[in-house]
Structures are given as structure tokens and as C-alpha cells.
């Protein structure tokens, strides 16, 4: 249920690369949370220069430029902040791992969304009678 949006400097990263986000993003879900494999969705958005802007030094971080990315995460609003924290730290190992990026260079933010307002296609809301609650 949760859903990624990884934004990353525009021409760093091959066609390769970007399946190891893709799947280094959906596997913090698997190692963080429990939630099953194929809950699976991941969107890239590649910026220039002039499009991406994270400060090289805020919170006392040393972050590179050519590299640095912002990851968004719509998450179910039911979880609690220990599950949080598994989150973010599985996010952050496993760019790492994948692309040899500082962990300084990912920026994550969590954006709590109510399990009803997801609809998993059909028109419908899958989870708004309670269903999973991974």
C-alpha cells in the first residue's frame, strides 16, 4: 500500500540503477514493515540541476549534489512510529546498498495517508471496510 516517490538527479543513474531503487524501496517495505512483495509501487522522477535543490549541509549532513535525492512515502496513517523508524532506516541501508550513494544523500519523508483513500484499481477502495493491515 505504501507508494514511492523516489525524485533523483536527472542522468545519474542507469537503467539498472533505477530497478535497484525501485527494488531496494520495495524490499525496505518487506524487511521494515512485513508488508507483502507484490505491494509494489514505485515511481522515478528524474530532475536537472535546476530542479532538485536539497541543502549540502542542513541538519549537519554532507550531501552531494549530483547525487543527493528526495524520497517521498505515502503510508497507511495507522502506523506508529516504531514502524516509522524501521521504515526510513530500511529505505536508507538499502539505496545505499544499491547505488553506493552517502546516506547522507537521501531525504525521506513520510506522508501519512488514511488506509480508505487507497484504491488498488477498479474504482474502488479495498481497504476502506478495514481490510489488510500491513
Do not use: C
Amino acid at each position: 500500500m505504501p507508494v514511492f516517490n523516489a525524485h533523483i538527479p536527472r542522468g545519474r543513474f542507469s537503467s539498472e540503477e533505477k530497478r535497484a531503487i525501485a527494488d531496494a524501496l520495495n524490499q525496505s517495505l518487506v524487511q521494515g514493515l512485513g508488508i507483502p512483495e507484490g505491494d509494489r509501487f514505485v515511481m522515478l522522477s528524474e530532475h536537472g540541476p535546476d530542479e532538485l535543490f536539497l541543502h549540502p549541509t542542513f541538519m549537519e549532513m554532507n550531501r552531494d549534489p549530483a547525487q543527493a535525492m528526495i524520497i517521498t512515502v505515502l503510508v497507511g496513517a495507522h502506523r506508529p512510529l516504531e514502524d516509522k523508524r524501521k521504515l526510513v532506516a530500511a529505505i536508507n541501508r538499502l539505496v545505499v546498498d544499491a547505488t553506493g550513494v552517502s546516506p547522507d544523500d537521501i531525504f525521506i519523508s513520510l506522508i501519512p495517508v488514511p488506509n480508505e483513500n487507497f484504491s488498488f484499481g477498479r474504482g474502488e477502495l479495498q481497504l476502506a471496510e478495514g481490510g489488510a493491515k500491513w
